[in-house]
């Protein structure tokens, strides 16, 4: 158990409505990421922080937006959500060993935007 | 384009067999594969990895065997358990860069 949660694990919004997920971990490791989980895509890396206020996109950063404003905090904003957002989002934690890159993953967050 | 590709979505095995599940990928620049799985409604949790200096790692019932030439990797499960039913996603990394593939279901039959 990587001491990871998030928060709200399901929701559902409007079109158009902001909508902000958070991530939560215990053990203040550095490197925490947000992906999202759709059928035939696997997970998507959406952004990722390598430290408090150091935030870089991953591969489908259209739309979202990152901030880290505590070690232990990730938060995922979509601004103006849509219905292609609608997915399952799931914050990771990397543990940081050397030659491993092995990360650790939260429970998950189900959005329904409609 | 999906730089990690897993081109079975299903597999179905009887418990005690063995369980081969197969990954491709195309960028070279990866240097380190994973192989992760999923139960429904929790995260992916990791299960065994390997850098692309070696072409095998095992743990328990679990090894993973990566052919760099061919740009596979494959996982097998010996012997196959009926906990073991779950989706398996395989991963490729190059610095934070991390791809997955689609996923495999499994099922593992009593």
């Known amino acids: 158990d990587a001491g990871i949660t998030q928060s709200p694990r399901h929701k559902v919004t409007e079109t158009g409505t902001p909508v902000t997920l958070r991530c939560h971990q215990t053990e203040n490791h550095r490197y925490m990421y947000w992906y999202r989980q759709d059928p035939g895509h696997g997970l998507r890396l959406i952004h990722y922080?390598?430290?408090?206020?150091?935030?870089d996109k991953g591969e489908v950063s259209d739309g979202y937006s990152v901030s880290r404003s505590k070690t232990e905090d990730f938060l995922l904003t979509l601004e103006s959500a849509t219905s292609s957002q609608t997915s399952v989002y799931f914050c990771a934690i990397s543990i940081g060993l050397a030659e491993a890159y092995e990360q650790y993953f939260g429970p998950g967050t189900r959005l329904t935007v409609t | 384009d999906q730089q990690v590709k897993q081109n079975s979505p299903s597999l179905s095995v009887q418990e005690g067999r063995i369980s081969i599940l197969n990954c491709d990928y195309t960028?070279?620049?990866?240097?380190?594969f994973l192989w992760y799985k999923k139960y429904p409604a929790e995260g992916p949790t990791f299960l065994i990895s390997?850098?692309?200096?070696?072409d095998k790692n095992e743990d328990g019932r679990f090894t993973v065997f990566l052919n760099k030439s061919a740009k596979h990797l494959s996982l097998h499960i010996v012997p196959s358990q009926p906990g073991d039913s779950a989706v398996y996603f395989c991963?490729?990394?190059?610095?934070?860069?991390?791809?997955f593939g689609a996923g495999t279901r499994l099922t593992v039959k009593p």
């Open positions: 960028n070279s620049m990866f240097d380190y």
């Open positions: 390997i850098s692309s200096i070696k």
């Open positions: 991963a490729a990394q190059d610095n934070n860069d991390m791809r």
């Open positions: 922080s390598y430290g408090v206020k150091d935030t």
